[in-house]
Nanobody, 121 residues
Framework: QVQLVESGGGLVQAGGSLRLSCADS????????MNWFRQAPGKEREFVAV????????LYADSVKGRFTLSRDNAKNSVYLQMNSRHPEDPAVYYC??????????????WGRGTQVTVSS
């Protein structure tokens, strides 16, 4: 089964940048569309971004478009979320999630446990 482990979360200054990583132990990492979701306190989990299995397509939520960049390195079984230009809604638990290639790419089949992103001002 796909096992996703997020890392890179932490506390950063307002306006700072942070890169989150997600590593997968699966043997066929390139068979999955990779998503990032986030959940702020008192809020429902929301979609952030997704990159297709091949890396040729990306989709970003309007709230992060132009500020966040999603990339993947299939050789390392990893996906990265570069987060720039903080907004008030950015602090949250960020989840890496994988959707089977045959699935709708924004409908994950597997979820990581999340990594906390906190912003100080």
């Amino acid at each position: 089964q796909v096992q996703l482990v997020e890392s890179g979360g932490g506390l950063v200054q307002a306006g700072g940048s942070l890169r989150l990583s997600c590593a997968d132990s699966g043997r066929t990492f390139n068979n999955y569309h990779m998503n990032w979701f986030r959940q702020a306190p008192g809020k429902e989990r929301e979609f952030v971004a997704v990159i297709s299995w091949s890396g040729s397509h990306t989709l970003y939520a309007d709230s992060v478009k132009g500020r966040f960049t999603l990339s993947r390195d299939n050789a390392k079984n990893s996906v990265y979320l570069q987060m720039n230009s903080r907004h008030p809604e950015d602090p949250a638990v960020y989840y890496c999630a994988a959707a089977k290639r045959t699935s709708i790419w924004t409908r994950p089949d597997y979820w990581g446990r999340g990594t906390q992103v906190t912003v100080s001002s």
